[in-house]
């Protein structure tokens, strides 16, 4: 069973708004990047290509049907994961290890500016007989989770305040990050109140971009002779959607990946064996919640990690120097790949201001966002 690794990245966009670019050239950009960067040609040496999209997101029907020209994949074997970036990673990662294929490219994209009114298309992801009705919206729904995990943890709010704070904060390091600022967790306390107690400084807010990702067996890494960042684990889960019957306080979808990937890497110990860590924080709460839930930390000792200062930049477990969700913002699908992105930057020594020195092994974890309960993670190594 050969290995697979990651030999080309490119990113594109990561801004409020892209009014320059269409979205098809918002991915060309992406891929060129990635091709380069992989040193290969899409025509002629790639065996797959993995588009992942969710037509409500992007305001366009069948919107997979736009993928095939700017990724140079006309006429050749595509197919759409309706889903985070991450799980399309996991179908590439599969296919590859059939032996069928020995170059795959996954892509995601996010053109949210497009869409009037965001909040209304989210809603249709909810139950249409027992939630929708109730005019129950993402936000809130958040809060019932975030109110659920305080209780069940301990967690102060204050330990979810300095979080957004610090993620906002290594944002201004990241020349991607849409949302970057100098913050103090009494600033995002003093942030008005969206649906009790979430707080507006708390919840991410939408950006355009995209990312491409190319995976290459290990016979290909070897006649590249690149700069390869190897996955050696990766799964993805997904836990009950309905209010009545999913877990409120710990997000079990993120267990469910962990004991599936560490088996596969051979982690005893995350916290320990781990680097650095891009874990989903599309809300500030999140973070902390995904890491106790992922077995990082154990119940309610995140937050007190995060008051020492253990999840900074120069802490024992940094989490989130891209800046995480809330400070790069928040691209729906891509989100997970842009974790990827950041880890492969990280591991290659190309993370600029935002470097962690002697980063060896890193840990992407992505969720779909509210009112779903479905994760991914990737861990990945230099060798």
């Known amino acids: 069973m050969e290995k697979v690794a990651i030999i080309g990245v490119g990113?594109?966009?990561f801004r409020s708004a892209i009014r320059e670019l269409s979205y098809k050239e918002m991915v060309?950009?992406?891929a060129v990047k990635a091709y380069d960067d992989a040193q290969i040609n899409p025509r002629e040496e790639v065996d797959t290509f993995i588009s992942c999209e969710e037509d409500f997101n992007m305001g366009t029907s069948i919107t997979d049907e736009y993928a095939p020209d700017?990724?140079?994949?006309?006429?050749?074997t595509v197919h759409t994961i309706t889903g985070d970036g991450i799980q399309g990673m996991a179908a590439a990662y599969m296919q590859i290890k059939t032996g069928m294929f020995d170059v795959a490219v996954v892509e995601a994209q996010s053109r949210v500016s497009d869409i009037l009114t965001h909040n209304?298309?989210?809603n249709f992801a909810f139950d249409p007989l027992y939630n929708r009705q109730f005019d129950a919206v993402y936000h809130s729904t958040a809060a019932l989770e975030k109110r659920a995990y305080l209780e069940y943890s301990g967690t102060s709010e204050e330990a979810i305040a300095e979080v957004a704070a610090k993620n906002y904060n290594n944002a201004l390091k990241n020349p991607i990050a849409a949302y970057g600022v100098r913050a103090k967790a009494s600033d995002i306390m003093n942030?008005?109140?969206?649906a009790s107690p979430l707080r507006d400084g708390e919840i991410s807010k939408p950006v355009d971009g995209a990312v491409v990702i190319v995976m290459a067996s290990e016979k290909v890494v070897k006649e590249k002779n690149g700069n390869p960042i190897y996955i050696n684990g990766i799964s993805y889960a997904t836990n009950s959607p309905n209010f009545d019957t999913r877990d409120w306080q710990y997000a079990k979808y993120a267990k469910l990946t962990a004991d599936r990937v560490y088996k596969m890497a051979g982690i005893n110990d995350p916290k320990e064996e781990i680097d650095v860590f891009e874990i989903d924080d599309t809300y500030a709460f999140k973070e902390l919640q995904h890491l106790e839930s992922l077995g990082v930390y154990d119940k309610g000792e995140a937050g007190k990690a995060m008051l020492n200062g253990d999840?900074?930049?120069?802490g024992s477990t940094p989490v989130n120097v891209s800046g995480g969700v809330l400070g790069v913002g928040n691209a729906h699908d891509v989100?997970?790949?842009q974790r990827i992105a950041e880890?492969?930057?990280?591991?290659?020594?190309?993370?600029?201001?935002?470097?962690i020195s002697d980063a060896n092994t890193g840990m992407a974890f992505s969720w779909r966002g509210v009112p779903t309960t479905a994760g991914a993670l990737a861990i990945l190594s230099k060798e």
Do not use: C, F, P, W
């Open 28 to 30: 060309y950009q992406a």
């Open 311 to 314: 999840l900074g930049s120069k």
């Open 335 to 337: 989100n997970g790949l």
């Open 11 to 13: 990113v594109e966009g």
């Open 191 to 194: 942030t008005d109140m969206i």
């Open 343 to 355: 880890l492969v930057d990280q591991l290659r020594g190309h993370a600029g201001r935002r470097q």
């Open 70 to 76: 700017q990724l140079g994949a006309a006429q050749r």
């Open 120 to 122: 209304q298309i989210t």
